[in-house]
């Protein structure tokens, strides 16, 4: 099974001979309709041009810089560590590292509040929630929610439970193991 960045190249590298436009073409078509939000680009790319969703996701994504191998997904992490948050920024790194090493499909995905953390779909994210604590969101369908594997509540949506994280020794063994259970479920 093909990693995301393998699977995103094979598109890039598709995409002029299924749309007659390389990657480049459709980013300055896209900077030059004046659109910024994601789903109005996708939309854009479809209705007007004619090319799928997986085509314009990707050109959605490679033209705003939003998706895991940009720089801008680099400034995005930085901004969320700046100012009364920078201090937090070893904790995040801390996670990543650990997460890295699951293996090589292991997707760090920075939005502009928090960081996916993604496999075939997302099983985790990490967000700077105050300037003294990092939430982790996991996926974990079938674990209760006990001591700091809180439920998510009103977090987020898209994750099951919650780990409030105010310092790096809490990022320890039975975090690492509910990260890694949620990432061999996703």
Do not use: C
Not at 21 to 29: E, F, N, P, T
Not at 104 to 110: D, G, R
């Amino acid at each position: 099974m093909a990693t995301p960045d393998q699977a995103a190249d094979t598109m890039i590298a598709n995409l002029e001979t299924k749309t007659g436009k390389s990657l480049d073409g459709w980013i300055a078509i896209v900077r030059k309709s004046g659109l910024s939000k994601h789903g109005e680009i996708v939309n854009m790319l479809k209705s007007e041009h004619g090319i799928g969703h997986g085509y314009a996701n990707l050109v959605a994504h490679k033209a705003a810089g939003s998706d895991a191998g940009s720089t801008a997904g680099e400034d995005l992490i930085a901004a969320q560590f700046a100012g009364p948050k920078a201090g937090l920024r070893p904790i995040y790194d801390s996670i990543i590292d650990a997460v890295s090493g699951f293996g090589p499909e292991v997707e760090i995905a920075p939005k502009k509040t928090y960081v996916s953390l993604r496999r075939s779909k997302q099983f985790g994210l990490v967000q700077p929630t105050t300037k003294t604590r990092i939430d982790v969101g996991l996926v974990l369908r079938d674990d209760e929610p006990a001591g700091r594997l809180e439920a998510s509540g009103s977090f987020n949506a898209m994750v099951t439970h919650r780990v409030r994280v105010e310092d790096a020794a809490a990022v320890d063994a039975e975090l690492i193991g509910w990260l890694r259970r949620a990432w061999e479920q996703a």
